[in-house]
């Protein structure tokens, strides 16, 4: 089982939707979560961090769920320019504190 | 500099190539990473430093893939005899550590003909 695993998707919505994406990661002691934007052909690029309490930068919120080791990022109102893949990412704990593995990623596609 | 800085932006090397992937980091930034990434995949983890420490290097493939950082800031990595498989975007990324977000550079396109 990968660390942390994604739905590659791809998800196609028209502009104004709601999306979710959800990842699950296997290493319960993993301390850090976080959700980046990978743009075609350019280097990932962070989005925001994850927290327990949950959090919300304008259209985006993230959840963290510790029980079931799931995060969630949810996009409201999607425009144009949301198109990208988004990759969910988790510190490691433990004896691999400070490593931190990316899901495969997942691809948002939204049209006009 | 102000971002994570990586040369040369592309490579081309033929089989049995050795090739060197420079990154220099954001000026004290402890964490260092190194990442590959294949057409269609996240980032796959290679190795990271914790200034000249190289803290885990469990994701180099082979022992054909070598990575230092002897000051604690620039680093490489090496790939002696590249093979086609070797063939990805290499991505570092730096970081303040303890669950600091990383900074990625814009990568090096290695392709092996």
């Known amino acids: 089982r990968k660390e942390v695993e994604q739905d590659p998707g791809p998800f196609n919505v028209p502009e104004g939707a709601t999306v979710a994406f959800n990842c699950t990661y296997s290493n319960s002691a993993s301390q850090s979560f976080f959700w980046y934007r990978q743009d075609c052909r350019k280097e990932p690029k962070l989005l925001m961090s994850v927290y327990s309490s949950g959090n919300e930068d304008g259209r985006f919120t993230a959840q963290l769920n510790r029980a079931s080791q799931y995060i969630s990022l949810l996009i409201r109102d999607s425009k144009l320019s949301d198109s990208a893949t988004y990759l969910c990412?988790?510190?490691?704990?433990?004896?691999?504190?400070?490593?931190?593995?990316f899901g495969q990623g997942t691809i948002l596609t939204v049209h006009p | 500099g102000a971002g994570v800085s990586q040369s040369p932006r592309y490579k081309v090397a033929k089989r049995g190539q050795d090739v060197a992937l420079r990154c220099d980091p954001i000026?004290?930034?402890?964490?260092l990473f190194w990442y590959q990434q294949a057409l269609g995949q996240g980032p796959e983890f290679l190795t990271y430093f914790q200034n000249e420490a190289q803290l885990d290097k469990s994701g180099l493939p082979s022992d054909r893939f070598f990575a230092e950082r002897p000051e604690g800031s620039v680093s490489t990595l090496k790939i002696q005899r590249t093979q086609q498989e070797d063939s990805a975007v290499y991505l570092c990324a730096s970081s303040l550590g303890g669950g600091s977000p990383l900074h990625f550079g814009n990568g090096t396109r290695l392709t092996v003909t």
């Open positions: 000026s004290g930034h402890v964490s």
């Open positions: 990412v988790v510190e490691a704990g433990g004896t691999s504190y400070g490593k931190l593995t």
